[in-house]
T-cell receptor, first 111, second 115 residues
Framework: RKEVEQDPGPFNVPEGATVAFNCTYS??????FFWYRQDCRKEPKLLMSVYSSGNEDGRFTAQLNRASQYISLLIRDSKLSDSATYLCVPPDGDSSYKLIFGSGTRLLVRP | DAGVTQSPTHLIKTRGQQVTLRCSPK?????VSWYQQALGQGPQFIFQYYEEEERQRGNFPDRFSGHQFPNYSSELNVNALLLGDSALYLCASSRRDSTYNSPLHFGNGTRLTVT
């Protein structure tokens, strides 16, 4: 099993829709998680940090399910500007300062 | 407050050549990580430097080496370039935190093309 697995998508949704992405991880020792957003040909930018069971920031909610070893990102009221690739990042086990990225989930929000 | 800066932004090299990429971390950050991102893939971890030493390493050959300087800036060196080394090389900085892992802040990247 890969360390981090994400559905590559693309998820094609209309403006205003609610969309959710899941990310499964194999290392149960992970304590903190991050979601990054990456626009085409740009660098990843931090979207959310999750240090406990979840975090909410405006239209974005991230949740952690330790028992099933996945984290999710929920986007409510999708905007055209939300179109991007979303990268899930749990840290790597004993090497807790090394962050391993998933391949990303691509989101397309259409008018 | 300057963020992470990388140079150069673009580079074209020939197979077999050597390349050096440079990175200055965000102010207040002491750890530098390097990632390689091929088109359509997530960033792949190359290695991480802290206190001028390589602390973690991903699954990359010895052709990939690096250095961190006392001012926390870093270099990534790739020898004997292969066509497959063509990618976006991302530098990310962070601050060591004993409690939680601090998130990475990325530079704009260096796009390397090997012909």
């Amino acid at each position: 099993r890969k360390e981090v697995e994400q559905d590559p998508g693309p998820f094609n949704v209309p403006e205003g829709a609610t969309v959710a992405f899941n990310c499964t991880y194999s290392n149960s020792a992970s304590q903190s998680f991050f979601w990054y957003r990456q626009d085409c040909r740009k660098e990843p930018k931090l979207l959310m940090s999750v240090y406990s069971s979840g975090n909410e920031d405006g239209r974005f909610t991230a949740q952690l399910n330790r028992a099933s070893q996945y984290i999710s990102l929920l986007i409510r009221d999708s905007k055209l500007s939300d179109s991007a690739t979303y990268l899930c990042v749990p840290p790597d086990g004993d090497s807790s300062y090394k962050l391993i990225f998933g391949s990303g989930t691509r989101l397309l929000v259409r008018p | 407050d300057a963020g992470v800066t990388q140079s150069p932004t673009h580079l074209i090299k020939t197979r077999g050549q050597q390349v050096t990429l440079r990175c200055s971390p965000k102010s207040g950050h002491d750890t530098v990580s390097w990632y390689q991102q091929a088109l359509g893939q997530g960033p792949q971890f190359i290695f991480q430097y802290y206190e001028e030493e390589e602390r973690q390493r991903g699954n990359f050959p010895d052709r990939f080496s690096g250095h961190q300087f006392p001012n926390y800036s870093s270099e990534l060196n790739v020898n004997a370039l292969l066509l497959g080394d063509s990618a976006l090389y991302l530098c990310a900085s962070s601050r060591r935190d004993s409690t939680y892992n601090s998130p990475l802040h990325f530079g704009n990247g260096t796009r390397l093309t090997v012909t």
